[in-house]
């Protein structure tokens, strides 16, 4: 698949199947994380592969109520938790090199980017999941305090593929030479 062609056709899946994907497809969507570009190569995450049901559901029940992503963690074969290694990412020699601070929410959102487009390149289905109780994950995963669960990450074949939202206009957000020009 193009690239372009997989930004533009990739979609969050929240229908999932519970059928069993392979570890070499997981291992290729590892290889996508491994392979993203970081804040001087910083590399700030780590992941953790979930694939034990009673751990899912656990997980699942850090997500408030109105969370569409429910269906998908129970169904998906494996949920990929992305951590953050705080102070790692935008520091220099202990001190944030810019306004921002930690750079390691843009890391790993960028890692998680693409392993979204690597599951879809394999004809999986992923969502992003944002909304939960992250102490509360973090605490049912032994994560230490240097560490912040980011994202979560269920996959699994598609049930269905939803339809694209609409999309902006290039003019509606792009901007030459000055801001609103």
């Known amino acids: 698949m193009e690239l372009l062609e997989a930004i533009k056709t990739r979609r969050t899946v929240r229908n999932l199947k519970s059928d069993p994907i392979s570890d ?3 291992e290729t969507i590892l290889e996508a994380i491994r392979w993203t570009p970081s804040w001087t190569n910083a590399q700030p995450w780590e992941v953790i592969v979930v694939k034990n049901q009673a ?3 656990r997980l699942n029940e850090t997500l408030p109520r109105g969370n569409p992503a429910h269906k998908a963690m129970l169904k998906a074969p494996v949920v990929l938790v992305l951590c953050g290694i705080k102070g790692k990412s935008g ?3 202990g001190e944030a090199s810019t306004d921002k601070g930690d750079w390691y929410m843009f ?3 960028a ?3 693409g392993a979204s487009l690597a599951a879809h390149d394999l004809g999986l ?3 992003i999941v944002g ?4 102490p509360k994950a973090e605490e ?6 240097d560490r912040a669960v980011v994202v979560m990450l269920p996959i699994g074949v598609p049930e269905k593929i939803p339809s694209a939202p609409k999309r902006k206009e290039l003019y509606e957000f792009v901007f030459e030479t000055t801001y609103g020009k």
């Open 107 to 109: 890391d790993v959102g």
């Open 131 to 134: 909304l939960f109780d992250a």
């Open 111 to 113: 890692a998680t980017y």
């Open 55 to 57: 751990i899912k559901e």
């Open 24 to 26: 070499k497809q997981i």
């Open 125 to 127: 289905g992923s969502v």
């Open 140 to 145: 049912i995963l032994g994560v230490p305090e």
């Open 91 to 93: 520091y220099y020699r």
